[in-house]
């Protein structure tokens, strides 16, 4: 299974727009305490067990279970989902013009 594949499996695991959300918060919280613990350990372990919260909660919502409980590598595709989705709210594709102008 290809890594689009994956993503797509994951998109339709999380359809729900509060899952999104809590998913939005979790993710992030998850990733910046694998560097925190490094500084400060008790914050590191708060920061990843309520990002995870965050996540679960947004399961609970849904009635699905989160992906990872199906394949592991899920566990990876969650940021790459959530940094395509959040960078399509930012970086809009331009729509490719059916007859384009030549500049000279």
Known sequence: M?????I???KRSHTHPFNH???????????????WIFFD???GLILFGVGW???FLGH???G???????????LLIGPIWLAKKLGGLFFKPKPADADPEVRD
Request: hydrophobic share 55%; glycine share 2%.
């Open 60 to 62: 609970a919502v849904e």
């Open 2 to 6: 290809s890594v689009q594949d994956l």
């Open 53 to 55: 919260a965050f996540q």
């Open 41 to 43: 350990w008790k914050v």
């Open 64 to 74: 699905k279970p989160p992906a990872f409980f199906s394949n592991p590598a899920y």
């Open 21 to 35: 959300a809590m998913h939005a918060i979790g993710i992030p919280m998850i990733l910046v305490s694998l560097v």
């Open 8 to 10: 797509e499996n994951y």
